[in-house]
């Protein structure tokens, strides 16, 4: 081969090379080829942030509905029964009872002790075939004696009298004195009296009148 063959395969061998290096290191300088630059990065802008609201949904457990009392009717006063007033036919005649010595049977001097008078109707007159009942306890005994209007007339017209005791006996209100009709019906309240260990009030002396009525 002459000089200028090999010149010209050396010189191809040369442009081959360097070829061959600028294909393979792009980032030699001053080298064959262009190199482009980096491509930017641009960074993106943080967005504004929306918070997302978080909605918390509370479990509602149903409660048993608690049941109203039943309505209970208000409690009415209770009215005190009015007590029934009595009008007897008869009651006690104001003055009632006096006491006297025993007058009407002096023969049985302090052995005798008891109850005499008489009843009026509502004029005054006297009036017979009533029922006079004496009741109680006497001296720790009981007693009950009757006696009737018009059979003891030294006390007066329609006059009665009930021995209570053969002695004389002090008590206080353990003996009453009630009138009767002749079925038994009540006529009048009964009268409670006292009696003393006192010949001078060895008698009592009961007199009823009819009660006026409008």
Not at 88 to 93: A, F, I, T, V
């Amino acid at each position: 081969m002459n000089k200028q063959s090999n010149k010209a395969l050396l010189f191809l061998l040369f442009i081959l090379s360097i070829t061959t290096m600028a294909c393979t290191s792009p980032f030699l300088p001053g080298m064959f080829g262009y190199q482009s630059p980096p491509t930017p990065t641009i960074a993106s802008e943080p967005g504004p942030v929306i918070s997302t609201p978080i909605v918390v949904i509370e479990e509602i457990i149903p409660t048993t509905t608690p049941s109203l009392p039943e309505p209970t009717e208000t409690p009415q006063p209770t009215l005190a029964p009015t007590p029934t007033v009595v009008v007897y036919d008869y009651q006690l005649q104001e003055g009632s009872p006096a006491y006297i010595e025993n007058i009407h049977h002096p023969e049985l001097g302090d052995n005798w002790m008891g109850v005499g008078g008489q009843v009026f109707d509502s004029e005054g007159n006297p009036v017979e075939r009533i029922v006079v009942m004496a009741a109680g306890t006497l001296g720790g005994e009981a007693i009950e004696v009757l006696g009737m209007t018009g059979a003891a007339r030294q006390y007066g017209p329609g006059g009665f009298e009930l021995q209570l005791a053969q002695r004389l006996i002090q008590s206080s209100g353990t003996v009453t004195i009630t009138l009767l009709d002749l079925a038994g019906n009540v006529l009048s309240e009964s009268v409670a009296i006292d009696t003393f260990d006192d010949p001078a009030r060895a008698t009592i002396v009961v007199n009823f009148v009819a009660t006026l009525t409008d």
